[in-house]
């Protein structure tokens, strides 16, 4: 991801990292492209205001040096600077301030359509915990877990935070929606349900942590 921005670098890749994917930060033109000679990334984020060469030539370039898909994340909100991303070969158009999960909807998508969606398909691991995205299957220390969808879907993102402690709100509006977003009491109730089932003692949970009034992490 290329953006000069510090604050935006730590941020793009701590959501990065949620989705489950590696950050390689960049934060000009030239740093980029020599990253991307040198790696050969799975897709590009990049900014338009950067130091040293306007981000539509870096959109240009990047095409030049490979097949990956580019996602241009900036301020500039002008439907002619969309229009010449896409047309210099960027793949998707994302204007901040934005949006966390659909930063990481459209990546995923544009893995898809690149075929290049190994990463974004890819099982995760956090200790004992094993998810299978691709196959919606869950292992807890090599033993197979029948989850509900919701249960899965709040223990994916448990497992791809990393640890890191996600709220409430976070859980709730990404597996209820939106219109959910203050009813605790639905993800407490598959909280329990998923101690049952991954916790080898569910009334003294080493697993699945609660952060009290805040959300829960994975230990």
Request: proline letters at 4%; one cysteine or more.
């Amino acid at each position: 991801m290329v953006d000069d921005e510090l604050a935006i670098q730590r941020l793009v890749a701590t959501i990065l990292a949620r989705g489950g994917h590696e950050a390689l930060v960049a934060a000009s033109a030239t740093a980029a492209l020599a990253i991307a000679g040198r790696k050969q990334p799975d897709a590009a984020i990049v900014d338009l205001g950067l130091p040293d060469r306007d981000g539509l030539e870096l959109v240009a370039a990047m095409r030049k040096q490979g097949g990956f898909p580019i996602l241009v994340l900036s301020a500039r909100t002008e439907v002619s600077d969309k229009i010449a991303a896409l047309d210099l070969g960027a793949d998707d158009y994302v204007t901040k301030p934005f949006d966390g999960d659909e930063l990481l909807a459209r990546l995923r998508s544009a893995l898809r359509r690149s075929g290049s969606g190994n990463l974004a398909d890819a099982s995760i691991m956090h200790g004992p915990i094993t998810i299978d995205r691709s196959r919606r299957q869950t292992t807890v220390a090599e033993r197979e877990v029948s989850l509900t969808p919701r249960e899965f879907d709040v223990l994916e993102m448990l497992v791809a935070a990393g640890g890191c402690v996600l709220t409430h709100r976070q859980l709730l509006e990404k597996v209820w929606g939106k219109a959910h977003a203050d009813d605790v009491e639905y993800l407490r109730v598959v909280i329990r349900a998923l101690r049952l089932k991954v916790e080898e003692n569910p009334s003294q949970p080493s697993l699945i942590r609660n952060e009290p009034g805040i959300g829960y992490r994975l230990t």
